[in-house]
């Protein structure tokens, strides 16, 4: 790693939502920033051979992809069920979509749940330089019921067993404790949720006691108004949130993270019946999913596996009436926040992690431009050029 290094672009949009800075550069040192500018002002600074200039990018924070599962390939025949495959195979399919999760300018990846305890396993040997990747948090086992939706998670029934699993999870190195409530798609009317009152706040108990937060897969229906008043802090999908949900989570400090691609991308790699549940509820969510965006609820953004496809969920929440910085903050400052890693990522700030993507076009002209990956640094290194 170079100790020190000057990235420039014509454009810097540091990720907290102020006014992007014409010609701006980042002064690097030992994997930290230690200067936003304008780049003249610190151009002196540094040796002539240390300064990395991109005329025509546009400099943003490194991503976050705040809901990931790494051993997820939506390229496979029937990727959902291929969660079952054996642990060799889905260790090397984990090292391959980290990869691509880095290229596309991914350098923080909140993992969802993956089987094997793999992910603790793939965190640890990024960290060590071992396989390229996102930095990862890990929630290690997703925890849900016998009879419960989740190809990812396990099951787990009655707050003895529930306990055992969290605590096992912990001790394996979870970072947060996942767990699946409801179903994804909405059958019939109403929503079933599938843990009781007393498991979801032993999960809740457990965790916080151990200062972990808890996330929950709930798409909406009385098991969401379970998880506020248990204090579950984040919630995952919300797909069918009604008004009154989109209220209660209004005024709480509750975050929600937003995964749209899930329902408005056919995916040709699954069932025909898979995809046309999909595709018949598909209006009716994206007119909540734009009644979240008009509203105060916290959110951020994941691709729920869809590696390298950051991008395309953004474009869906501009599509729903973000604002394109508004959506750069979902992947960004507000992921960050949702990994309670806000002191160390989520923006260009001064004694933040150097966790850099400079982009070719504007993305707050045209979102799609995330795209257009041109280099991405993390804490300082350069891992990909483009
Ligand atoms: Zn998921």
Known sequence: MNSQMLISGHLLIDGTGNPPIENGAVLIENGIIVAVDEKYKLENLVRKEDIIFYPESVLIPGLIDSHNHLSIDPNLDNYLSRMDDRESELTIRACYTMKTD???????????????????????????????????????RGIRATHAHGFVGLPFDGPDMIRLAVR??????????????????????????????????????????NGLKTAVHCIGGKGLELCIES??????????????????LENTSTWLVLTPGEFFEDKENLSPDKNEAFRKDRA?????????????????????????????????????????????????????????????????????????????????????????VKIVIKQGNILFQG
């Open 231 to 248: 204090g579950v802090d984040i919630i995952e999908h919300g797909y069918y949130l009604t008004d009154y949900e989109i209220s209660l």
């Open 102 to 140: 880095l290229y596309s300018g991914v350098t923080t990846s909140r993992c969802m749940g993956d089987r094997f305890f793999l992910d603790v396993a793939c965190k640890k040997a990024v960290e060590e330089h071992r396989i390229p990747g996102p930095r990862l948090l890990v929630a290690t």
């Open 168 to 209: 096992e999870n912990i001790k394996a190195g979870a970072d947060l404790i996942k767990f699946y409530l409801t179903g994804t798609v909405r059958k019939g009317e109403k929503i079933p949720y599938y843990l009781s009152e007393e498991e979801i706040k032993t999960i809740v108990y457990e965790a916080k006691s």
């Open 284 to 372: 009716e969510v994206k007119e909540r999913l734009k009644a979240i965006i008009n509203s105060k609820i916290k959110y951020a953004v994941g691709t729920d596996g869809a590696h390298g496809c950051l991008a395309k969920e953004l474009k869906h929440l501009v599509d729903a009436g973000a604002t394109e910085m508004d959506a750069l903050k979902a992947a960004t400052l507000n992921g960050a926040k949702v990994c309670g890693i806000e002191d160390k990522a989520g923006t260009l700030e001064v004694g933040k992690y150097a966790d850099i993507v400079a982009i070719k076009g504007n993305p707050l002209d045209d979102i799609t431009n995330l795209a257009q």
